[in-house]
């Protein structure tokens, strides 16, 4: 098990945009165990490897459904539908949460450790948190889409992406 330090806002890795990946070696599934452990630890549904100091397109989204953990590296976004508001944060700016509207619906297409290629569907709060990470990797934080932020009151119980 390796816990990595997160990288906090402002830090210029945060806005800067990925390098793709292009070897799917050991080191790559051990990077994504480390960014699992990483997740667990800190308590989020979602971490992107910016977030732990490297510009690489590597994100992992584990919201604790059916799915389980989704390791997408090169992701793309092929469609997306529909809108839906909702409370978001991020392990890079502990503490904050704010509203943000994003599609209710998303396709992606993304390669996993082994290098393969698939498409996965998803839709609500899995979509908004595979939607925050993929901004990750373009150096897109989700400070930039908040319409409101919100009070203590109001974050009891959230989770950080
Ligand atoms: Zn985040």
Redesign the pocket.
Known sequence: MAVKKIVTYPAEILEAECEPVKVFDKKLGKLLNDMYDTMLEFD?V???AP?IGLARQIAIVDIDDDFGTIEMINPEILETNGEQTGPE?????PGLYGEVTRPEYVKIKAQDRKGKYFTLEAEDFLARAIL??I??LHGV??TSKVTRYLNEEELEGLE??
């Open positions: 989020g979602g971490l992107a977030q944060g991020c392990l890079s700016f925050h990470e901004d990750h934080l989700f950080s992406e």
